[in-house]
């Protein structure tokens, strides 16, 4: 059960449910074009079971009964994202096909009292772009403000809210340095441009937006709370530096117009030239910030190449992902995001969830941790509205059990079970537990 009640949060606090394109549509329909994320899961060793979002969910065909459980869950709103390769196949030419799914789409949240909130990039890059650089090359701005007038003029008219990128160190940083996510690269040049690139992009972005006189445009940002291995000057300077490139950096940039100077001194070097003169972009005003927040990191410090550190595990309990539950990094988040970046600009936690080893007996999956960790988080989103953050809604990650990029279909995520072989969706504990809560 949750322990909390609507009445706990401010009125209007708004709850919702998120999900991402990729990660349910199902790519395979409706004209969609290639995408760089079929490529990365073509590629062995990237993917597990080299799986990759060809059906997903077939949330494509499913979405009025996907949408139903949001409505009977008492939900207020629904954070989707609009594929750019289901849009514009080869990243510049629109698919009437993909503007039209969208725009059912949007129609049947408003028929169903569920406020549209739009994200407008959530990884799916057109291959096509990807040919071309993809967010190693600076065009990725025009490119990107391109798809959001395409996508905005259809839709945006009756958006509640709208985010231009989801997760920029996500895009940048665990893409193109680490390998982890696509395109797979592991290059230091490539991470600078494509660090400066995203944060172009949304400020091109926002700016086409406000041109269309289009409003309530915001960002959303994923961050991890950065802790030191111990005392030592050199694992707190790790941490630091962790904290400086992870959860600093893009919302520094959208918010002061400034990058943090450690990350400056490691790779300026690869930034492209003249990138000071991008801020007035970059940091254009925005109506709202997004905070997706899921766990911590400890950072030990190494003889390697920069960033000289490393994350090594902690003692907390872990979720399916391998994962601390650590909700006091929630809090400590949105109370420093507003002190440091944002101000009164209203926060929103627009990700927050776990994986779980779920198993459904008789129907019924019975996702107790998963409800535990709900619990713990809405507990630490109270404490910061306790403490004057202006923090206007919650939206749970996620929806449906879904393709978890690199992992597969193998992490669940869902407060709905999906049999990826019926594709018949579930309701699990969680689902009940916040229609409970919610009232509906
Ligand atoms: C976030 C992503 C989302 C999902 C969750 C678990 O980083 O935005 O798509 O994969 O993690």
Redesign the pocket.
Known sequence: MLIHKRSDFPKGFVFGAAT?AY?IEGHKHGGAGRAMWDDFAATPGNVIRAEDGATACDHYHHYPADLDLLKEGGFDAYRFSTSWARVMPDGRTVNPEGLDFYDRLTDAMLERGLKPCATLY??ELPSALADRGGWRNRDIAGWFGDFTEIIMGRIGDRMHSVATI??FW?VAFLSHFLGHHAPGLRDIRATARAMHHVLLAHGTSIERMRGMGLGNLGAVF?MEWAMPADDSPEAVEAAALYDDYYNRFYISGAFKGTYPARVVEALGQHFPDRWQDDFGTISAPLDWAGV?Y?TRSILAPNDGPWPHHHSVEGPLPKTQMGWEVYPKGLRDFLVRTAAEYTGDVPLWVT?N?M?NADTMTDGVVQDEARIDYFNAHLGAVRDAIAKGVPVKGYMA??LLDNY??ALGYEKR?GMVHVDFDTLARTPKASWHAFREMLGA
Do not use: R, V
Request: hydrophobic residues 30%; proline residues 0%.
């Open positions: 991402s990660q959530h990884w989801n997760e996500c994923n997706n899921y990700e969830g994986a990650w996620s978890e990029w995520f």
